[in-house]
């Protein structure tokens, strides 16, 4: 069985970050990946974005607590998790988000606030610094943090 996902795309908002009770590091951001398509029959390019929800655990959100801001453009390597809960007024409810197992920035350097106090790049140069999550560490299970998110999914507790 395979369940991957690979995206490319801008982060919509500063990254939400948060320490848990034990000591793990656990971060959300929202990515928007845009697709362009050519429309023959009114001969004009059509955009539709997509939003993908992402959670990056430990190191990985480490990297995006000290480099990624609104606006970054990165890479993600992961997977799709779908979890459900019970809203306060007791409906049954879903949310799929992607828990992301490797992470690169991308962009020009001067995107990027890791590059500052660095040289500044050559025009056009890019960027690419890969960070990836150890296959080795468990699954984080956080047990002092609530694992049901309140009303809205996009006020999930890490």
């Given at each position: ?33 845009t ?28 990297v ?22 019970m ?72």
């Amino acid at each position: 069985m395979v369940n991957k996902v690979i995206l490319i795309g801008n982060v919509g908002m500063d990254p939400e970050v948060r320490t848990l009770e034990g000591g793990a590091k656990v971060a959300r951001i929202r990515l928007a990946t845009t697709e362009r398509l050519f429309d023959r029959q009114a001969n004009e390019t059509k955009e539709h974005t997509e939003w993908h929800t992402i959670t990056l655990w430990r190191g990985l959100a480490d990297v995006v607590d000290r480099y990624v801001k609104k606006g970054s453009q990165i890479y993600i390597e992961g997977r799709l998790r779908t979890r459900e809960w019970m809203d306060k007024d007791n409906n049954k409810r879903y949310t799929t988000e992607i828990l992301a197992d490797n992470m690169n920035l991308l962009g020009r350097r001067s995107d990027n606030p890791a590059s500052e106090g660095a040289p500044a790049p050559a025009y056009g140069a890019q960027q690419q610094s890969s960070y990836q999550q150890s296959a080795a560490a468990p699954q984080p299970q956080p047990s002092a943090a609530p694992s049901v998110p309140a009303d809205d999914p996009d006020d999930l507790p890490f």
